[in-house]
T-cell receptor, first 114, second 118 residues
Framework: AQKITQTQPGMFVQEKEAVTLDCTYD???????LFWYKQPSSGEMIFLIY??????QNATEGRYSLNFQKARKSANLVISASQLGDSAMYFC???????????FGKGTRLHILP | EAGVTQFPSHSVIEKGQTVTLRCDPI?????LYWYRRVMGKEIKFLLH????????ESGMPNNRFLAERTGGTYSTLKVQPAELEDSGVYFC????????????????FGNGTRLTVT
């Protein structure tokens, strides 16, 4: 069975510091994709970053990077130089390509402190 | 392009009543998904349409939930009769058809419908 685990229900981080949000996954499919979404208090789901299982390099998108460790089945999100606007829920998600739906973890609520 | 839109944004109903949620996907997106998030829990998959066909409805909780996508455009999700445990935020998402390994097409989400059953 496929599964996404986010072990940090909540985190408090000082503004301008880097933050790492943990995500581990489980799938038997050799071909899969990993996603991170941000959900601010307004409720919308914002796509942040993607990592494919065959990608050789870690994905980066601006201040977001994905620390992909395939052998450990982890896909941690790193936010550099955190900002107050980064305060939100963050969801890790996975799509296995034999199974065309995306599954989500329980999320991590990130609080950036001024 | 217009994003995924959901209506209503909020709905408060009494136990036993019926509610219908609507989702308009991004134009041209053949894949349409429904998800639900109950407070404090993960976002749970409900079902997946490809055009007008139900590709996967393994996440539908029970027969009180009925989803349709007539004509392969917008979709509705009806809950009848609603129970207290149906409360949560219902998200709709869409994406392009023809996903292949390495395809990084994310799901595009609507803002959700917050359903409260009292």
């Amino acid at each position: 069975a496929q599964k996404i685990t986010q072990t940090q229900p909540g985190m408090f981080v000082q503004e301008k510091e880097a933050v790492t949000l943990d995500c581990t996954y489980d799938t038997s499919d050799p071909s899969y994709g990993l996603f991170w979404y941000k959900q601010p208090s307004s409720g919308e789901m914002i796509f942040l970053i993607y990592q494919g299982s065959y990608d050789q390099q870690n994905a980066t998108e601006g201040r977001y990077s994905l620390n992909f460790q395939k052998a450990r089945k982890s896909a941690n999100l790193v936010i550099s130089a955190s900002q107050l606007g980064d305060s939100a829920m963050y969801f890790c998600a996975m799509r296995a390509y034999r199974d065309d739906k995306i599954i989500f973890g329980k999320g991590t609520r990130l609080h950036i402190l001024p | 392009e217009a994003g995924v839109t959901q209506f209503p944004s909020h709905s408060v109903i009494e136990k036993g009543q019926t509610v219908t949620l609507r989702c308009d996907p991004i134009s041209g997106h053949d894949n349409l998904y429904w998800y639900r998030r109950v407070m404090g829990k993960e976002i749970k998959f409900l079902l997946h349409f490809v055009k007008e066909s139900k590709q996967d409805e393994s996440g539908m909780p029970n027969n009180r939930f009925l989803a349709e996508r007539t004509g392969g455009t917008y979709s509705t999700l009806k809950v009848q009769p609603a129970e207290l445990e149906d409360s949560g935020v219902y998200f709709c998402a869409s994406s392009h058809l023809g996903l292949t390994p390495g395809d990084n097409s994310p799901l595009h989400f609507g803002n959700g419908t917050r359903l409260t059953v009292t």
